[in-house]
């Protein structure tokens, strides 16, 4: 804003109540400052040429009104300009994304059973209810939720829900609420609690058209779907999913043979099923890849490997011979070493296989959700022979790693096949989050990030989202403001992190060519 200073001199020259005014404007915000003494300036300089250009009084009015509302519009204009800040800049641009969503676990409420959906529902099938069992809550059967009633529900767990209130757990999951539903309490409340649970009922009742409404509001596009609840399932929804293969059962039922007389194992009975005969190892590596070729078939997109949930990320080498021997074996005669042994080779066949489809690899690293675990299962680090390894196989990793951010990191800097993946570590921790990725952005070049929700609901997912929006955006506004980034560099970051970069690495462009 420009000011004429001589001007700016005769207000002080009207007396004394313009000399306190402009004493008190020192302590009023620099912009309103601005805009006043503009103001006041243009109102002198507008009088002045009034009074020297000789008028009849009516035109002077006119000429007063119309100079009133430029001044009123410019006054306006000037708000509206200065008041955008980089981070709202950033966050407008990310809001008007299609996103790929690179890992969601969405289920139909049908899944869980013939439920009436309620808020509680929603929060036992999400990610706070670990916090609210950390916190000294009950974890109760999603069947048995049906039986209670609110004012029940908030006797047994309604402390332990409030002292979760500083999680991003908690946060992240109430955003979905407040983005799609008419809620805008920060936290829930035994007595706000009613409303959004009665909207909740309304909505599941016709949960297709609700999860429909909501993906197209939330700003999806397509969503990565890994069913590890249902893992031999290759039929989804194409309008909203993409299919993920999960890997887990084929790494694990390599050590649970079933022996003569037992049941037969959910792998094996598919086999079954399938008219394979598994009984050497061969067979075994066949019916995968029998699997492998049916995923392709329904399009798939990638694999997904979430051992971390049951063993270790670090995957050794095994000669074909050595597992071919122990295949042979009675599974229940395997030690623990050697279980892991055949499991491992299998991994590194699905790593080949991988290649060879041209399918990149998700794998989880860092935290496990849920209460209780191996947290050292994790450790992105214990990955590096595969990378060396296989440097045509593409790994995705997941989850910042967290709380092995930087290694994490260092993996998506030296190795051109291992990209970051930054789905969930927002909820996990947004600070860290915050930290973890301005630390990323210093050393990882931006093509190589995706972002997932992670989420079983919708509502969740569409908190993940903004979630996840508003910490890039952070994280971007203020390399922006310390000179480090030019807007249109940040803009293309978030376009890259939230859609084109998945786009790219999962062939997903003819898939979204289609139309529904
Ligand atoms: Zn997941």
């Not at 008007?96 to 969601?104: A, D, F, Q, R, S």
């Not at 047994?156 to 002292?163: I, Q, T």
């Not at 029998?290 to 095994?318: M, P, Q, T, W």
Request: hydrophobic content about 40%; glycine content about 6%.
């Amino acid at each position: 804003m420009i000011l004429n200073f001589g001007n700016c001199k005769d207000i002080t020259k009207n007396g004394s109540t313009d000399v306190k005014l402009f004493f008190w404007l020192c302590f009023i915000d620099k912009k309103w400052r601005s805009l006043f003494l503009a103001g006041y300036n243009l109102t002198i300089q507008f009088n002045y040429c009034i009074k020297i250009f000789p008028m009849k009084t009516a035109n002077k009015r006119v000429f007063t009104f119309i100079g009133t509302l430029v001044f009123i519009g410019l006054v306006f204009y000037q708000c509206s300009q200065e008041s955008e800040t980089t981070y709202q800049k950033i966050k407008a641009y990310a809001d008007e994304i299609k996103v790929i969503n690179t890992h969601e676990h969405q289920h139909w409420p049908e899944e869980y059973g013939d439920l009436n959906y309620r808020l509680f529902h929603l929060i036992h099938s999400s990610y706070l209810m670990s916090d609210i069992v950390s916190a000294g809550g009950q974890q109760f059967d999603m069947s048995h939720l049906d039986s209670l009633s609110l004012e029940k529900y908030w006797d047994a767990n309604g402390e332990a829900l409030d002292y979760t209130r500083n999680t991003s757990y908690y946060s992240h999951f109430i955003k979905g609420f407040r983005k799609l539903y008419d809620f805008d309490d920060l936290y829930f409340t035994e007595s706000n609690i009613h409303d959004l649970s009665g909207q909740i009922e309304e909505n599941y009742a016709d949960y297709r058209a609700w999860f429909d409404e909501a993906f197209q509001r939330a700003g999806f596009e397509l969503m990565f779907l890994d069913q590890y609840w249902k893992p031999f399932n290759t039929d989804v929804e194409e309008k909203y999913y993409a299919l993920v293969f999960h890997i887990n059962p084929l790494v694990m039922q390599v050590s649970n043979k079933p022996s003569e007389g037992s049941d037969l194992p959910e792998l094996y009975k598919r086999a079954e099923d399938d008219g394979f005969a598994i009984s050497s190892l061969d067979d075994y590596l066949e019916y995968c890849d029998h699997l492998f070729r049916k995923n392709i078939e329904s399009k798939v997109v990638c694999v997904k490997n979430s051992l971390a949930y049951s063993r270790s990320l670090d995957f050794e080498e095994v000669p074909y011979d050595v597992a071919r021997a122990l295949f042979d074996r009675s599974s229940a005669g395997l030690s623990r070493r050697e279980s892991k042994q055949i499991q491992d080779f299998v991994f590194h066949w699905i790593i080949q296989k991988s290649v060879k489809y041209d399918l990149p690899i998700q794998i989880h690293t860092g935290y496990l959700a849920g209460n209780g675990n191996t947290l050292d299962n994790g450790k992105p680090v214990k990955l590096n022979n595969l990378f060396l390894k296989y440097p045509d196989a593409k790994f995705v990793l997941f989850h910042g790693g967290y709380p092995w951010t930087g290694e994490y990191a260092a993996f998506g800097k030296m190795f051109p096949n291992v990209y970051l993946d930054l789905v969930w570590l927002p909820q996990i921790s947004r600070e860290e989050a915050i930290h973890a990725i301005d630390e990323m952005f210093d050393c990882v070049p931006y093509n190589k990030f995706f972002w997932g929700g992670d989420c079983a609901f919708i509502e969740e997912s569409t908190g993940s989202l903004e979630y996840g929006k508003e910490v890039v955006a952070e994280v971007l506004s203020k390399r922006v403001e310390r000179g480090l980034l030019t807007e249109d560099v940040a803009f293309d970051m978030v376009q890259r992190i939230f859609r084109e970069n998945a786009i790219e690495v999962f062939n997903l462009e003819e898939r979204l060519a289609r139309e529904f």
